[in-house]
């Protein structure tokens, strides 16, 4: 079994920033896909960013640039630091896993893991 447990949610200015953390708790396996997902009101779910064990990263095209996910191993921990947000990046973000290597881009059914959400709210 793995916990995931995001924190960090919070209401920003629009060009702010804010890292999301998520605290990752359990059996890791060698191989691994972490991600971001969000859902903004009204809107599917969608993936943000993605990290493998191999540390290659992936973004969805409307962060690429502003946005970037980091794992610090020692802590257990997975990241997402966000800058230039807009009001469109509005949205619950959650962190997921599968135990397998990342497939970008991938689909929250294929994820095993998730956690319970973090919001984040971008204010003009």
Known sequence: QVQLVESGGDSVQSGGSLRLS???????????????????PGKER?????????GRTSYTDSVKGRFTISQDNAKNTLYLQMNSLKSDDTATYYC?????RCAPPESD???????????????S
Do not use: H, P, Q
Request: positive net charge.
């Open 22 to 40: 998520c605290a990752i708790a359990g059996y890791m396996n060698e191989f691994y896909c972490l991600a971001w997902f969000r859902k903004a």
């Open 46 to 54: 969608e993936g943000v960013a993605l990290i493998g064990n191999d």
């Open 96 to 100: 997921a896993a599968v135990f397998r």
């Open 109 to 123: 059914y294929a994820m095993s893991y998730w956690g319970k959400g973090t919001l984040v709210t971008v204010v």
